[in-house]
Structure formats: C-alpha cells, structure tokens
Antibody
Framework: EVHLVESGGGLVQPGGSLRLSCTASGFSFSSYSMNWVRQAPGKGLEWISYIRSGSTAMFYADSVQGRFTISRDDAKNSLYLQMNSLRDEDTALYYC????????????WGQGTLVTVSS | DIVMTQSPDSLAVSLGERATINCKSSQSVLYSSNNKNYLAWYQQKPGQPPKLLFYWASTRESGVPDRFSGSGSGTDFTLTISSLQAEDVAVYYCQQYYGTRYTFGQGTKLEIK
C-alpha cells in the first residue's frame, strides 16, 4: 500500500526558512514524479512544485519561484521542499503527492504537514 | 498559466437528487496527439487530504461509486453525482495537468439541502 508521510512543518518567523520532507513507501519511489501542493487555512488547493523522476526537471508556481526548492533522494525514498524567505501567506498545510505517471494526475496524497509563518 | 474556474462555488442538493459541478479551463487541456483531456477531479472531506475521483476527465478511479461521473472535453468539464448520498458532502476540485504548472479550480462546496 502506498504511504506518503510529510514532516518538518512548524512555526517560523517571516523571512525564516524551513525544510519539509515526505517519506514514501509501498511503491518504486524513484520511478515516479512527485509534487507539493498546499492549502491555506479554509482555502482551496494550490499546486506549488513538481519534480520529475530522476530529478531531470523541476517546476514551480510563480508564488514560490526563487524562494522554494524541490529535491528528492531516491536512495532514501524521500521528497523535500526547502522553503526560504517565508512570508505570512505561505502559512498552509503542505501535501506531497505522487503522480500516476509522467505528466499526469496525483493518485496518492499524504496527510500533510502544517507550516505557520508568524511573528 | 491555465486558469481553472468552477461553478457554482457552493451547492445544496437534496438527498437522492442530482448534483452537477462545472469546471472551465482558460485554454484547452485536450492533447491532440493522444486525444486525452488532462483534467482530474478530487473530493476533499473535512480534515482529510483530497481523494482522486476521475482522471483523463472521465476515467473513474478504482473504488469510486458509479453514481459519480465525469464528462467534457477541451475547455468545459462536468462532475455529476446522479443520486446524492450523505457521504458525498465535501469540497470538489478540478485540476488540469496539461502544462508544466498544474492548477486547481477554486473548489465547489457540496452540502445537503
């Protein structure tokens, strides 16, 4: 069974940094593209970043471009999101998602990790 | 970026009645080389992560009840629940995965009338 477990969330001051992790199990992690999607409290879903299998391509939403970096360690079955220069509006529940295939839909979601940016 | 617009923002339907949610994309998400619409539907219940309902616009994910159906092509898509059940109360999102930057609709909150 596929499992995605996010961690690393917490309270951080504006301008600070945080690194999120997503540990995957139950599938061949290295073969799949992965994404980060966030959801601000009481709001809708916002896709923020994508990484292709083999780390051959990464894409970002405009809202995080230049501040966030997605990466993966296939040996550890782990996905990461390095978040720098955090802003109040980055406060959200951050989900990692597994794609069903190259350039396709997310067929599995983690439970999310909460990031709160506040002074 | 492709903008996804759902309508309505909220919907109240009686148990056993039909519920219809629309999703419109700012440009076509139909890929001509494989004739597939790069459009998915998700259901999110309170306190839970989203759950995949449909992909390629109309392919039902395993385990999704057949009262749910997805349709449409190009820029206009519809999620239909033929006979609303209490457990269908949720927020529903469409998402395009056509471009290199995926985008979601704003969500439609479905409630019981």
């Amino acid at each position: 069974e596929v499992h995605l477990v996010e961690s690393g969330g917490g309270l951080v001051q504006p301008g600070g940094s945080l690194r999120l992790s997503c540990t995957a199990s139950g599938f061949s992690f290295s073969s799949y593209s992965m994404n980060w999607v966030r959801q601000a409290p009481g709001k809708g879903l916002e896709w923020i970043s994508y990484i292709r299998s083999g780390s051959t391509a990464m894409f970002y939403a405009d809202s995080v471009q230049g501040r966030f970096t997605i990466s993966r360690d296939d040996a550890k079955n782990s996905l990461y999101l390095q978040m720098n220069s955090l802003r109040d509006e980055d406060t959200a529940l951050y989900y990692c998602t597994k794609e069903a295939g190259p350039g396709s839909y997310a067929d599995r979601w983690g439970q999310g990790t909460l990031v709160t940016v506040s002074s | 970026d492709i903008v996804m617009t759902q309508s309505p923002d909220s919907l109240a339907v009686s148990l056993g009645e039909r519920a219809t949610i629309n999703c419109k994309s700012s440009q076509s998400v139909l890929y001509s080389s494989n004739n597939k619409n790069y459009l998915a539907w998700y259901q999110q219940k309170p306190g839970q992560p989203p759950k995949l309902l449909f992909y390629w616009a109309s392919t039902r994910e395993s385990g999704v009840p057949d009262r749910f159906s997805g349709s449409g092509s190009g820029t206009d898509f519809t999620l239909t629940i033929s006979s609303l059940q209490a457990e269908d109360v949720a927020v529903y999102y469409c998402q395009q995965y056509y471009g290199t930057r995926y985008t979601f609709g704003q969500g439609t909150k479905l409630e019981i009338k």
